[in-house]
């Protein structure tokens, strides 16, 4: 893929299309056992066009997460090609910090300074689903638009997916929100 290109749709003809990827839970078990792999494997068909920004509470440098994706990689039986795994590990940073804090989403608003259409993943417990969209709304990075996947179990029953639904409904539109 050429660079600002993505399958034939440059990225001023898509203005929806996400400028950077904001994984919260990046030094996860998931991240560990899929998300990594896919990833690298999304860098290896150059269908990858944005930097990765890591959120997780875990005080690591962007060295150590970089060293983390390799070996989750590698534990999955994937065979890395290292000149694809440097395209890959250079898209990575991090930010380190507790989902609860605003400054937290302070460093995660300076992170994607110049940013216009970051794509938020929350791979974390549903239960800090609404603590994280919260902090985002408030921090200012979810206006209309944006939008929020979220992974794993989506409540355990209608009862508690409809109140969660309606907590995030607080801070973002239905139309935000992809379920995984």
Known sequence: AQSGRLRGVSRESSPSMADALVVFGI???????????????????????????????DDWSVEQLREHARESIEATGEQLDE???????????????????????????????????????LEIPPSLFGTVVAGL??????????????EKPFGHDLGS????????????????????
């Open 27 to 57: 030094t996860g078990d998931l991240a560990k056992k899929q998300t990594f792999r896919s990833l690298y494997r999304l860098e290896r068909r150059e269908l990858l066009p944005c930097p990765l920004i890591g959120v997780a509470v």
């Open 83 to 121: 000149q694809v795994f440097r395209r890959f590990a250079a898209k990575l940073q991090y930010v380190s910090g507790d989902f609860s804090h605003d400054q937290t989403y302070k460093r995660l608003a300076d992170a994607l300074d110049g940013f216009r259409n970051p794509t938020f993943y």
């Open 137 to 150: 709304a408030k921090a200012g990075l979810v206006p209309g638009g944006r939008r929020v996947i979220f």
């Open 161 to 180: 997916a409809t109140k969660l639904t309606q907590e995030l409904h607080k801070y973002i539109d239905e139309s935000q929100i992809y379920r995984i």
